[in-house]
């Protein structure tokens, strides 16, 4: 596609339940960035992949929230027994090395 | 923490006006990034300035980088109405990594 896709673009969920985001990042694209963004607030930084370099994990929040980028494309954030202080909005962005940022409309995750 | 830090958090002005935004950041950077956000969800790439930049131009928008100071200034001149949004600045080289970090952003409303 033209853009970054990430899907879906909104999930309800339970608390206790897993819940998998997926990031369709713009083709050729060696970079790739997760972010967090609760209502009104800035972003916050989750997890980056750059090439087949060991990815930058430092952002993840706890244990239960990991990533993987399968053959340097696609990616999927996984969260695991979800909480309700799990609820914001997921960001996706994509870029080539150290250029501009392309982000994707992001998933709203509400966790009930 | 975050890298980044924008000030005002919140800037109201008349159309028609200047709106100046600024960021300042904690350590040695490669490049800082200005980005905008509607209804929060994907951000939209404005200009880069390289940390060997002190100023750059792009249509209304100025940006200009201090590195002695650790702070970036985004103005943007002849305020419209669709210039109402979230404004975020973003930096790497935070700790050495390559990532990109975000502030808070700062609100801006154009007001007719």
């Known amino acids: 596609g033209a853009g970054v896709s990430q899907s879906p673009s909104n999930k309800v969920t339970e608390k206790g339940k897993d819940v998998e985001l997926r990031c369709d990042p713009i083709?050729?694209?060696?970079?790739l960035y997760w972010y967090r963004q609760s209502l009104g607030q800035g972003l916050e930084f989750l997890i980056y992949?750059?090439?087949?370099?060991?990815?930058?994990k430092s952002g993840l929040p706890s244990d239960r929230f990991s990533a993987e980028r399968t053959g340097g494309s696609v990616s999927t954030l996984t969260i695991q027994r979800t909480q309700q202080e799990d609820s914001a909005v997921y960001l996706c962005?994509?870029?080539?090395?150290?250029?501009?940022?392309?982000f994707g409309s992001g998933t709203q995750l509400s966790v009930l | 923490s975050q890298q980044g830090e924008e000030d005002p958090q919140a800037l109201s002005i008349q159309e028609g006006e200047n709106a100046t935004m600024n960021c300042s950041y904690k350590?040695?950077?490669?490049?800082l990034q200005w980005y905008r956000q509607n209804s929060g969800r994907g951000l939209v790439h404005l200009i880069l300035?390289?940390?060997?930049?002190r100023e750059k131009h792009s249509g209304r928008l100025r940006v200009t980088l201090d590195t002695s100071k650790k702070s970036s200034s985004l103005l943007i001149t002849a305020s419209r109405a669709a210039d109402t949004a979230s404004y975020f600045c973003?930096?790497?080289?935070?700790?050495?990594?390559?990532?990109?970090?975000f502030g808070q952003g700062t609100r801006l409303t154009i007001n007719p």
């Open positions: 083709s050729g694209h060696t970079a």
């Open positions: 300035i390289r940390s060997n930049e």
């Open positions: 350590t040695s950077i490669n490049n």
């Open positions: 962005a994509s870029s080539l090395g150290r250029a501009k940022l392309f």
């Open positions: 992949f750059q090439g087949n370099s060991a990815p930058d």
């Open positions: 973003a930096t790497d080289g935070y700790q050495g990594a390559q990532k990109l970090v």
